[in-house]
């Protein structure tokens, strides 16, 4: 069994940042007159918002993004995808090497590579409510099939569709891939996925949140009917705010893209965000701006002029 880094628990709750010396510059104005606060972080999604469609990340956003980090703004990629995903990203990380990996569930320093990552902080699933939550899910939406995606290991149902291009550790019923006994039982779960044939994706999501209740986070980030699955309470938005209380970063500090109903609470939370010309309605709601789509590279044209603005 490979053995986690060092794990911070999820009681944890972010105090509010120290506040900062006021600057001897005065502040730009935004169109309503109101002071744009500089930014000391940028938080972006990837799938959609960052990447393009066939998963590359632009050379103009490889370009921005170390521009941003040069000017003294770090960068952190917050996404649903799982830390062995991260290798489209992981040269792009820059001094920090963190990313939010799971919608919230972990903190991850990419440094190692993949197949190495350390996992800094986990907000695990605890397995009573993983097993609630599928109970509930199925009751509100028979058909409904299921993954469990643990910090080292990828287990699912045999009827669950096989969307990526990897095996996973063990299959079987979800009752018994997450029982004590279970293969990993030893591991964190970060989430679970619901997958439903037939279903429209955002129905399911209004099904599931209702059975499930406070019982787990459920939002979804697929263009199909897939779910995914966190603790209560845990999302981009709340483990961002930790890492930004780590840092004495106020949420006006914080610059956020995304393009998902997984994105809206931390671009609801972000001092400044952005939706994707590419983006969920529900986002669009949610930002505070717009950019163009991820294909168009949306995040490097407002990173440069974010920067340009500094100058």
């Known amino acids: 069994m490979r053995q986690n880094g060092a ?8 105090e509010p940042p120290a506040p900062r010396a006021s600057r001897a510059v005065p502040p730009a104005l935004d169109q309503g007159g109101t002071p744009i606060v500089p930014p ?3 938080a972006t999604d990837l799938d959609g918002t960052l990447l393009r469609d066939d998963k590359s990340v632009s050379a103009r956003t490889v370009a921005a993004l ?3 980090e040069e000017a003294g703004i770090e960068v952190f990629f917050v996404t649903g995808r799982p830390a062995r995903w991260m290798d489209v990203v992981s040269d792009h990380v820059h ?4 990313a939010i990996c799971g919608n919230g569930a972990a903190v991850v320093d990419l440094h190692g590579g993949p197949g190495a990552h350390r996992f800094v902080k986990v907000r695990e699933l605890a397995r009573e409510n993983a097993l609630d939550a599928v109970r509930l899910v199925r009751d509100a939406a028979p058909g409904t099939v299921f993954a469990v995606e643990q910090t080292y290991g990828f287990y699912q ?27 990993g039982a030893g591991e964190p779960v970060l989430k679970i996925l619901a997958f439903h044939h037939e279903l429209d994706p955002d129905a399911f999501l209004t099904v599931a949140r209702r059975a499930v209740g406070d019982r787990a986070t ?7 009917a897939l779910l995914e699955i966190s603790g209560p309470g845990v999302s981009k938005a709340s483990t961002l705010a930790l890492c930004c209380a780590e840092r004495g970063i106020a949420p006006e500090e914080v610059v956020a893209f995304g393009d998902m109903p997984n994105d809206v609470e931390m671009l609801t939370w972000a001092g400044r965000s952005y939706a994707m010309g590419n983006a969920h309605p529900d ?17 490097a044209v407002v990173i440069e002029r974010i920067i340009a603005d500094q100058l």
Do not use: F
């Open 95 to 98: 001094g920090h090497g963190l």
């Open 7 to 14: 794990v911070t628990p999820a009681t944890r709750q972010p």
């Open 157 to 183: 149902e045999p009827a669950y569709p096989k969307m990526h291009l990897e095996l996973p550790d063990a299959l079987g019923p979800a009752e018994k891939l997450l029982a004590p006994d279970a293969p």
């Open 66 to 68: 170390a521009a941003a």
């Open 40 to 42: 000391r972080l940028i």
């Open 218 to 224: 459920v939002t979804r980030s697929s263009p199909s």
């Open 283 to 299: 986002v669009i709601a949610a930002a505070s701006g717009r950019t163009v789509a991820n294909n168009e590279d949306g995040v």
